[in-house]
């Protein structure tokens, strides 16, 4: 079973190492024949490589891809006309181009599923988590409202959701000023950086960021602290990804949150790759697998550091995940806290069982 993993995150997204150990671990534990790559920025390179992919020899079994910046449905003609099975993760096509191709198995045949974050519940969540999260702060405006400012994607079909969400979220968050949201290059930290500073000018008064990723996140923290401020006593700042600095500026208190969970899914898109190659059809369950983003806060990160940290993949045996590996296991449990399940039954010194 050779299976091809198409990494189209940009290049210098953070995400990419995890997601790729991660499944390097869930390969060796259900004997897949794993190749990945990873696409470049452009468009067009990234199409060049899914044909040279698909033509090449030895041709893949299966295609794991992500599909960004807009070329989601050719590389789903691509793997069609050749007629390599498709299963997408971590974003999708945007919602004019799911109008038109609807999901998987309906227009591309070839597309068996899609496992995605529930990005615009992400969104929601976070203003929440950003509103809770400042009621231990300094007072705001005279009027009792916190100001809040947002570091928006734009483009990519997560963020489009991401960005809902927040505005879903305004519409009934009590004591809560809006005051502007800016876009910025996804995976660009000095850009978020500058965009903040800007902001801190003309809102001095803001007390929460809510930024799409982590990254963006990150560059907000370093403006507010060059500016004098100091993020988790007069200001709070949450982002998405579950990245690792993420994770350690919230261990350290300079970020409130990270939403993650995304970086299992190709891990978890294997299982069932494996299951519906041996004859189990995923489909028994569902094509189109929402999954919640996880929030790490101060309370939890330790357990989530110790989850992504590379020795604990080793501990893991993905097998366990498997109806055909489990006969007797009737539905899918694909959550952080199966994982911590397992790593908790296991003492350090104990393998995985691997397939033959």
Do not use: C
Not at 289 to 318: K, Q, S
């Amino acid at each position: 079973m050779r299976v091809v993993f198409l990494n189209m995150l940009a290049p210098y997204n953070p995400m990419q190492r995890s997601i790729m150990d991660i499944m390097d671990a869930a390969a060796r534990d259900l004997g897949i024949d794993l190749v990945q790559y990873n696409a470049e920025y452009w468009p067009g390179e990234n199409l060049e490589l899914v044909r040279r992919v698909v033509s090449g020899s030895p041709r893949p079994d299966y295609l794991i891809i992500s599909m960004h910046r807009g070329i989601g449905v050719r590389v789903l003609e691509l793997a069609e006309q050749a007629h390599i099975p498709v299963f997408v993760i971590i974003t999708s096509l945007t919602p004019e181009e799911q109008s038109r191709i609807g999901g998987p198995r309906e227009h591309f045949k070839s597309w068996l599923g899609q496992m995605v974050p529930d990005d615009e519940a992400a969104g929601y969540r976070l203003a929440h988590l950003l509103r809770d999260s400042a009621q231990g702060l300094p007072s705001g405006s005279p009027g009792g409202r916190r100001g809040l400012v947002a570091l928006e994607g734009r483009g990519d079909a997560y963020a489009v959701e991401r960005s809902e969400g927040l505005r879903n979220a305004l519409d009934g968050l009590e004591g809560v000023e809006f005051l502007q949201g800016v876009y910025v290059i996804v995976w660009d930290p000095k850009m978020a950086q500058r965009r903040m500073s800007l902001l801190l000018r003309r809102y001095p008064e803001l007390q929460l960021v809510w930024a799409a990723n982590d990254v963006m996140a990150l560059g907000a923290v370093q403006a507010l602290e060059d500016a004098g401020r100091h993020p988790g006593e007069d200001v709070v700042v949450g982002g998405m990804g579950w990245t690792p600095q993420a994770l350690q500026a919230v261990r350290e208190g300079r970020l409130v949150t990270s939403l993650g969970g995304q970086v299992l899914q190709g891990a978890w898109a294997l299982v069932l790759l494996y299951d519906y190659h041996h004859g189990r059809d995923f489909a028994s369950e569902r094509l189109d697998w929402h999954t919640d983003m996880v929030a790490v806060t101060r309370d939890n990160v330790d357990e989530y550091l110790r989850l992504l940290g590379d020795p604990a993949w080793a501990e893991i045996d993905f097998r366990a995940f498997s109806k055909v590996a489990n006969p007797t296991l009737k539905r899918y449990d694909f959550s952080a806290q199966a994982l911590f399940k397992q790593l908790r039954s296991r003492s350090p010194s104990t393998h995985p069982r691997r397939a033959p």
